[in-house]
Nanobody
Framework: VQLQASGGGLVQAGGSLRLSCAAS????????MGWFRQAPGKEREFLGA????????NYADAAKGRFTISRDNAKNTVYLQMSSLKAEDTAVYSC????????????????WGQGTQVTVSS
């Protein structure tokens, strides 16, 4: 599975962005999908994940209430809707895939896409 995240950019604090993770090479319909981010000098951080069916999601505290993960298996794409963005959300955001069930640790994921930069100005 090849993954490509997109949709990042520069946004003001309080604004919103929707990131996309497009898959190719294989259907992601049987994969849980996770979103992670990594800020300069920090470890990769789990944000949330969605099961293959899309019926269940799990979010880290940093994402709860502000971020929403969804997926469209027909389009082979997963989304991360972010709102009420803060300066501390500035990071490179990446998506990853693994067989169900989803996991919170980066090492649990088998496939990774190139990230997309999100910069939040205060």
């Amino acid at each position: 599975v090849q993954l490509q995240a997109s949709g990042g950019g520069l946004v003001q604090a309080g604004g919103s962005l929707r990131l996309s993770c497009a898959a190719s090479g294989r259907s992601i319909g049987s994969y849980s999908m996770g979103w992670f981010r990594q800020a300069p000098g920090k470890e990769r951080e789990f944000l949330g994940a969605i099961t293959a069916s899309g019926m269940s999601t799990n979010y880290a505290d940093a994402a709860k209430g502000r971020f929403t993960i969804s997926r469209d298996n027909a389009k082979n794409t997963v989304y991360l809707q972010m709102s009420s963005l803060k300066a501390e959300d500035t990071a490179v955001y990446s998506c990853a895939a693994k067989q169900d069930p989803y996991g919170v640790g980066p090492t649990m994921y088998d496939y990774w896409g190139q990230g997309t930069q999100v910069t939040v100005s205060s």
